[in-house]
């Protein structure tokens, strides 16, 4: 079946320390990937989305994600975490055969001052 | 300003007092969906429509209605809330939810006593 997982519940950080957010997928065929942020008390934004190309993507934020193939991955970073980050971080997945987005269960981060 | 709008963003209620989430949008999307965000489940689709007068069950449908009578209103009903449909739901939109970015509304926080 085709699933998104994201291994990391919850993540902590200290301010300006790099951050890499894990997201695996099981589709047969190379998904549409998305990766969205939800701040306290909102809703969803939209970061970043790879379909083709080239593998490493960049977003808003300073976020950026790279789709590995062989691991199946698409992996969220930001080299320098900000106080203003802290939120639910979801990764979304799509396919020829799946219409309707499959989301993670989300990472929380947490920033340390 | 491109937006999804949710009404109310706030509600209490009791076991079995029927009630409607509203949900419009002002970008021409067809595709439009709700969730409902619990902890530790993340996101899970309840239902969706990819056009006017055409829906479809998500994940987790039972309890829920919904009806899309026009292109930018899809509210969400549900006509015997039950204490486990406490939670947090999101209205969503697209052009197209496999490749394009999902617009979400501010959330809606139901309490059912």
């Known amino acids: 079946a085709q699933s998104v997982t994201q291994p990391d519940i919850h993540i902590t950080v200290s301010e300006g320390a790099s951050l890499e957010l894990r997201c695996n997928y099981s589709?047969?065929?190379?998904?549409?990937l998305f990766w969205y942020v939800q701040s306290p008390g909102q809703g969803l934004q939209l970061l970043l989305k790879?379909?083709?190309?080239?593998?490493l993507v960049q977003g808003i934020k300073g976020f950026e994600a790279e789709f590995k193939r062989s691991q199946s991955s698409f992996n969220l970073r930001k080299p320098s975490v900000h106080w203003s980050d802290a939120a639910e971080y979801f990764c979304?997945?799509?396919?020829?055969?799946?219409?309707?987005?499959?989301f993670g269960r989300g990472t929380s981060l947490i920033v340390h001052p | 300003e491109a937006q999804v709008t949710q009404n109310p963003r706030y509600l209490i209620t009791v076991t079995g007092k029927k009630l409607t989430v509203t949900c419009s949008q002002n970008?021409?999307?067809?595709?439009m969906s709700w969730y409902r965000q619990d902890p530790g489940l993340g996101l899970r689709q309840i239902y969706y429509?990819?056009?006017?007068?055409?829906?479809d069950k998500g994940d987790v449908p039972e309890g829920y209605k919904v009806s899309r009578k026009e292109k930018r209103n899809f509210p969400l009903i549900l006509e015997s809330p039950s204490p486990n449909q406490t939670s947090l739901y999101f209205c969503?939109?697209?052009?197209?939810?496999?490749?394009?970015?999902?617009?979400f509304g501010p959330g809606t926080r139901l309490l059912v006593l």
């Open positions: 790879y379909f083709s190309g080239d593998t």
């Open positions: 429509s990819m056009n006017v007068e055409v829906t």
């Open positions: 969503a939109s697209s052009l197209n939810p496999r490749k394009e970015t999902q617009y």
């Open positions: 970008m021409n999307h067809e595709y």
């Open positions: 979304a997945a799509s396919s020829g055969g799946s219409y309707i987005p499959t």
């Open positions: 589709y047969g065929a190379t998904p549409y």
